[in-house]
């Protein structure tokens, strides 16, 4: 059973940082693409981050240069390091990976305040 599980959101004031990490469990985790998604009250959701079971990474213009995504396949976990964050940069961050269905985990809160 696959299972995705998020730590690390919280309150930070803007120009802040914070690092979200994913704990992947019951699949072949290093053969695995993984992505970071956020949704917004209203909104959405959208990507903000994928990584390749090779490392090649890929980010949307909005968070390229403050957002990178990381994963260490020992540790069966994936990292999304958050810099210079934005008030907009508020939401709810989802871990996801995919084979013939999508996986979530169930998110954790990111609010930055202004």
């Known amino acids: 059973q696959v299972q995705l599980a998020e730590s690390g959101g919280g309150l930070v004031q803007a120009g802040g940082s914070l690092t979200l990490a994913c704990e992947g469990s019951g699949f072949p985790f290093g053969r695995y693409a993984l992505s970071w998604y956020r949704q917004a009250p209203g909104n959405q959701r959208e990507l903000v981050a994928r990584i390749l079971n090779d490392g090649r990474t890929y980010y949307p213009n909005n968070v390229k240069g403050r957002f990178t995504i990381s994963r260490d396949n020992a540790k069966n976990t994936v990292y999304l390091q958050l810099v210079s964050l934005k008030p907009e940069d508020t939401a709810v961050y989802y871990c996801?990976?995919?084979?013939?269905?999508?996986?979530w985990g169930q998110g954790t809160q990111v609010t930055v305040s202004s």
């Open positions: 996801h990976t995919a084979d013939v269905k999508n996986y």
